[in-house]
Each structure stands twice: as structure tokens, then as C-alpha cells.
């Protein structure tokens, strides 16, 4: 799809219908689904299927990630991303078929947390509800599983040396820290989709802007921690009146699980679903009961449904 600087890979997930025989009243809807730091469109994949029952899904690759090529600008700004995800949202709500015209329910994984957050305020008429998935939420601090070093990212030239040494880290370095930092039990990682990732993370050694894909959106994200006043995150998240679910796992390393309870509470219309031994990828780890909590909201929101209903699990 294009969007401002340039094309986005985007991967689809066509509607199913209900498990059971579907009739013309089917519900039929839009969903989005936004990627973290370092992930790909492949991380919905699971999340997507199950959703398939209620929802056509589109999962994007930012620009610099997965199959899409960097920005025209190298920029990796969170303000870029947040561009990206609005031209698609567009792209996706004006699609002919079923539900064109109709807004989208947007979905978002840490750094896709954040930035469909943003996205949501920016054009609240596109966004049908909002479910963030361990947002990265400004906390003015360095998460224990980082390494200090990365603040020096904000230095100038910092970005170029981090770079070079991120290169020397081969894809199966790479995948194995990622299981131990985002899942709270790595051995509930399927093989098969631990191989996919593996894939992916060679496809991505061959991409000569993968590295600073990663580390300037990086930058950007921490740059992003520093913005304060009514452009902030967490002010942002108390003006905005969507249909939200928050989701947690209580043992996400990257994102502190303390946050979740304040950005529900923070967000006007919007329920909580807190996963016991789940790590920073609900949507990979615990795709069931994510996908269900998402399906509830949808229902809700379609029937006209009242307060939301707080969940714990």
C-alpha cells in the first residue's frame, strides 16, 4: 500500500465467518493489526485467524521493518510511524467489499501500542475500538531487560556505532533473546513458529537497512518518552473516548505490567485483561484468550452494550 514516503508490505487475513454456518446477518468487520520494535505483520498471525471469525485483517510492516522498505526520508520517527498507520487505516477503510466506509478496530503490540494509540486521537473517525497489546507507554525510565547503553542512542553518531555492533549478532543470537525477553515462558513457543521467526531474521541480514531500522526507531521511541504537555501519551490517552481494551501480560519484561491498570484506568471507555504468566506478546502467547477479549469488545460495541467490563484472567 502507499503511503507518505514511499509502500508498506501489508499482509491479509481474509474473513472466515462464524465457526458455525454464517448467514447473510454475519457480522463482517475491519481490524488492523500494528507490530512492535523489531517485529514484523507475521506477529499476528495466530491472533489474526481466530479473529477471522468476525473480522477481514490486514497486519502492516512499518516502513524499514519485515517486507517493507524504509521511509524516504530514513526517518524512524514515532510521528513517521503514526503517518503510516493513518494512510493505511484509509487505505483499508475505503477497500470495496464488505464494510467499506465503516472504521476499523486498530490493534497494536508495544511500539505498534503506542503509535496506534496516537493514530486513534489523530483520526478517532477511522478507529471503530482501540486494543493495545503491552503499549509502550512513556515511563521516563529504562526497562531492567535493556541494556543503559541504549540511551546513548539519543547521542549524535551513537545510532551509526550501534549499528556495527548490532550487525555482528546473528539471526539465531537474535531469536533466542527475543524468546527469553518477550515471552514469560518460552517453551509455550510452537517450533514451527520459532523457525518462521528464524526465517524472517535471515531474510533480514540480507536487507541493508534492517539495523538502523531498528535502532533509529529506537531513537525515535525514546525521543518520543521525552515529549510532555497535551501531545504526551499519557494526556492523549485520558482525551480519548474509543472503545479500548488494554492487554497485559504479568510478566512482561519490556513494558512494566504496573502500567496496565493505569493506562485502563487513564483511557475514558475502556476494560482491562491481565494474563497470568504471560510475557510482552499476548497476541503470540496467548492468542485464545486475547482473541476473545477483542471479540467480546466488537460485540459489545455492535450491540450497543454499556459500561466496560473489566476482565482479569
Not at 51 to 78: E, I, K, Q, T
Not at 149 to 159: A, D, R, T, W
Not at 176 to 186: H, I, V
Not at 214 to 233: D, E, H, K, N, Q
Request: proline content about 9%; aromatic content about 4%.
Amino acid at each position: 500500500m502507499r503511503v507518505r514516503g514511499g509502500e508498506v508490505f501489508v499482509r491479509r487475513t481474509p474473513w472466515t465467518g462464524p465457526v458455525v454456518q454464517a448467514g447473510d446477518d454475519a457480522p463482517r468487520e475491519r481490524a488492523l493489526y500494528v507490530h512492535g520494535l523489531g517485529g514484523a505483520s507475521t506477529n499476528w498471525t495466530d491472533l489474526a485467524a481466530l479473529l477471522a471469525v468476525r473480522f477481514d485483517g490486514w497486519a502492516l510492516d512499518l516502513p524499514g521493518f519485515g517486507r517493507s522498505h524504509p521511509p524516504a526520508r530514513r526517518s524512524y520517527s514515532v510521528r513517521g510511524h503514526v503517518a503510516a498507520v493513518l494512510d493505511v487505516l484509509g487505505c483499508v477503510a475505503a477497500e470495496p467489499g464488505p464494510g467499506e466506509g465503516r472504521p476499523v478496530h486498530l490493534v497494536g503490540n508495544s511500539l505498534g501500542g503506542l503509535v496506534s494509540l496516537l493514530a486513534a486521537a489523530r483520526r478517532p473517525d477511522l478507529v471503530a475500538t482501540l486494543t493495545l497489546v503491552s503499549p509502550a507507554m512513556p515511563v521516563y525510565r529504562v526497562p531492567e531487560a535493556f541494556s543503559r547503553e541504549l540511551l546513548l542512542l539519543l547521542l549524535p553518531g551513537v545510532p551509526a556505532l550501534a549499528d556495527r555492533r548490532m550487525a555482528r549478532v546473528t539471526p539465531e543470537q537474535q531469536v533466542r533473546g527475543m524468546a527469553q525477553m518477550c515471552f514469560g515462558d518460552p517453551r509455550r513457543i510452537p517450533r514451527q513458529r520459532l523457525q518462521q521467526v528464524l526465517e524472517e531474521m535471515r531474510e533480514r541480514t540480507e536487507q541493508p537497512w534492517a539495523t538502523a531500522a531498528l535502532t533509529r526507531s529506537m531513537r525515535g521511541l525514546i525521543r518520543s518518552y521525552l515529549r510532555v504537555g497535551p501531545a504526551g501519551a499519557w494526556r492523549t490517552a485520558a482525551r480519548l473516548h474509543l472503545p479500548s481494551l488494554v492487554v497485559w501480560g504479568d510478566r512482561d519484561r519490556l513494558v512494566s505490567p504496573a502500567l496496565a491498570p493505569r493506562l485502563a484506568a487513564a483511557l475514558p471507555d475502556s476494560r482491562l485483561l491481565l494474563l497470568e504468566g504471560v510475557g510482552h506478546v499476548a497476541m503470540m502467547e496467548a492468542a485464545e484468550p486475547t482473541a476473545r477479549a477483542v471479540l467480546a469488545l466488537a460485540e459489545d460495541v455492535a450491540g450497543g452494550g454499556g459500561a466496560p467490563r473489566p476482565s482479569k484472567s
